[in-house]
T-cell receptor, first 120, second 115 residues
Framework: GAVVSQHPSWVICKSGTSVKIECRSLDFQATTMFWYRQFPKQSLMLMATSNEGSKATYEQGVEKDKFLINHASLTLSTLTVTSAHPEDSSFYIC?????????FGTGELFFGEGSRLTVL | AQSVAQPEDQVNVAEGNPLTVKCTYSVSGNPYLFWYVQYPNRGLQFLLKYITGDNLVKGSYGFEAEFNKSQTSFHLKKPSALVSDSALYFCAVRDKENNFNKFYFGSGTKLNVKP
């Protein structure tokens, strides 16, 4: 099946530093990837949509300069939290949708395992 | 606008009993509906989907869901719950109008299955 790998699973950093989270599609080409943020006991909040080779589309209220998203290849998207602050601490989850093959024609998303960010 | 609602924050059921996790939707046109499960500190795992066809959809781990157009519902069910089913369950609808890629998730329902 379609596998999405996310790294790192856990990261602890000091306030003011930047953290990069990687999301890789291991066995398929992901033309579109999505980044979600999840607060404790809450649902997923879509942060942005990234399409390979073009700029990410951010949801309303999400700071573009704060959360840098790059989707430079069909198998890799990165989320960089710049100048992180304690309020950025959260669980970040990426997901991917493949191309137009029959396998992906029904449109479900495939999710990474998530990255727990703690900013001290 | 597309949305789904999960009216129950938590569902408690004894092992071996049937379980139902509720989901209602609000969409324009025919919906694409999904159920996902999340275990602690993990990503979401796909369970099942309704795109078209039979209203009763069968998915992973013995789960099924019934699409009911008149009640705009897509409840998740399992005939006999297992303790290992305890997790957080999300209903989702895929946007077919403005952004074909966008998914809208419900607030989640925590399922507790007790031995």
């Amino acid at each position: 099946g379609a596998v999405v790998s996310q790294h790192p699973s856990w990261v602890i950093c000091k306030s003011g530093t930047s953290v990069k989270i990687e999301c890789r599609s291991l066995d398929f080409q992901a033309t579109t990837m999505f980044w979600y943020r999840q607060f404790p006991k809450q649902s997923l909040m879509l942060m942005a949509t990234s399409n390979e080779g073009s700029k990410a589309t951010y949801e309303q209220g999400v700071e573009k300069d704060k959360f840098l998203i790059n989707h430079a290849s069909l198998t890799l998207s990165t989320l960089t939290v710049t100048s992180a602050h304690p309020e950025d601490s959260s669980f970040y989850i990426c997901s991917a949708r493949g191309g137009t093959s029959a396998f992906f024609g029904t449109g479900e998303l495939f999710f990474g395992e998530g990255s727990r960010l703690t900013v001290l | 606008a597309q949305s789904v609602a999960q009216p129950e924050d938590q569902v408690n059921v004894a092992e071996g009993n049937p379980l139902t996790v509720k989901c209602t939707y609000s969409v324009s046109g025919n919906p694409y509906l999904f159920w996902y499960v999340q275990y602690p500190n993990r990503g979401l795992q796909f369970l099942l989907k309704y795109i078209t066809g039979d209203n009763l959809v069968k998915g992973s781990y013995g789960f099924e869901a019934e699409f009911n157009k008149s009640q705009t519902s897509f409840h998740l069910k399992k005939p006999s719950a297992l303790v290992s089913d305890s997790a957080l369950y999300f209903c989702a609808v895929r946007d077919k109008e403005n952004n074909f890629n966008k998914f809208y998730f419900g607030s989640g329902t925590k399922l507790n299955v007790k031995p």
